[in-house]
């Protein structure tokens, strides 16, 4: 949409994404609510005292992120994907999600997953065989309860 203003897009200290999009034209069709994570959003959508719509959405992200680590002075890029692992969903049914993910977005399949904790009988460095890779599962303190990390080594970081 031409006229929109993005006022918010931002993933916060909880792992939650935040949208919230502005437009002088209504927002009641916008394609962020036919996206795959919208069933899961809180989304409003609402007309302001000035006649401008907004659309504000909240999820549990499922999606690409990139950070830095420091190690030993240098500075190493990580790209992974995050992924929400929901109330009832196997751990195992959700690696391989967001493995996939993961290869649509980089054309590359993961080497580990990266959980807060490991699940039940399962030791550090077990490798899960999945339909189009092996993922070593490893746990990670960075990693926020109830979501789960899949992505290469970090990389060294040049400038």
């Known amino acids: 949409?031409?006229?929109?203003?993005?006022?918010?897009?931002e993933i916060d200290a909880n792992w939650m994404h935040w949208l919230h999009?502005?437009?002088s034209q209504s927002l009641e069709d916008h394609p962020w609510l036919r996206t795959p994570f919208a069933a899961?959003?809180?989304s409003k959508i609402y007309q302001d005292d000035l006649n401008f719509w907004h659309l504000e959405m909240a999820w549990d992200a499922r999606e690409p992120?990139?950070?830095f680590i420091k190690n030993n002075g240098?500075?190493?890029e990580h790209r992974c994907v995050l992924w929400a692992v929901l109330r009832?969903?196997?751990?195992?049914?959700?690696?391989?999600?967001?493995?996939?993910?993961?290869?649509?977005?980089?054309n590359v399949w993961p080497d580990y997953?990266?959980?807060?904790?490991?699940?039940k009988n399962v030791e550090n460095g077990h490798v899960l065989n999945l339909e189009h890779c092996e993922v070593i599962l490893l746990q990670a303190d960075w990693?926020?309860?109830?979501?789960?990390?899949?992505?290469?080594?970090?990389?060294r970081f040049i400038r």
């Open 143 to 155: 990693v926020p309860q109830r979501f789960i990390a899949v992505g290469c080594a970090p990389s």
């Open 65 to 67: 992120i990139r950070g």
């Open 21 to 23: 999009i502005m437009s």
């Open 1 to 9: 949409m031409a006229d929109e203003k993005i006022v918010r897009n």
């Open 40 to 42: 899961r959003a809180e």
């Open 88 to 106: 009832g969903e196997r751990i195992s049914e959700q690696i391989r999600r967001a493995s996939e993910a993961h290869f649509t977005h980089s």
């Open 74 to 76: 240098e500075l190493f």
């Open 113 to 119: 997953a990266w959980l807060k904790v490991l699940p």
